[in-house]
């Protein structure tokens, strides 16, 4: 985890702690994104993967990847969002998502399904 704190100052003058800004905690796969007013910042989120019986993974949806975006609505905003340039994205949509590089496996497809006549309906 990475520690930084929450606002910009001159190390000459006061130090932050004086003024009790908290401090901004980022996981190791995130970065401390410091944003100006109307400014965004997006993510990539990942698209859903099967696993199938022979151990491949699959994506089951084709194009580009869905866009998770942070828009600051304040004079300067800073979050700790997913590290894009080291190839993190978002695991899914929901509230519980966490960065990943590697896509999370959404869906495991049995070979039952795969001879089925109606694979939809696994």
Excluded at 48 to 76: D, W
Excluded at 96 to 106: F, G, K, L, R, S
């Amino acid at each position: 985890m990475y520690q930084y704190l929450a606002a910009t100052y001159d190390e000459s003058s006061f130090s932050p702690l004086h003024f009790g800004l908290p401090i901004v905690t980022c996981q190791s796969s995130e970065k401390l994104v410091t944003l100006n007013n109307k400014d965004i910042h997006d993510v990539p989120i990942c698209h859903p993967v099967a696993l199938l019986p022979s151990g491949q993974r699959k994506t089951l949806q084709n194009g580009p990847m869905k866009r998770n975006r942070f828009k600051c609505e304040a004079l300067i905003c800073k979050r700790c969002r997913c590290d894009v340039e080291r190839g993190y994205k978002l695991s899914s949509e929901g509230d519980d998502a966490h960065c990943v590089q590697q896509c999370p496996i959404t869906k495991y497809i049995s070979s039952d399904c795969l001879k089925s006549e109606s694979p939809e309906l696994c």
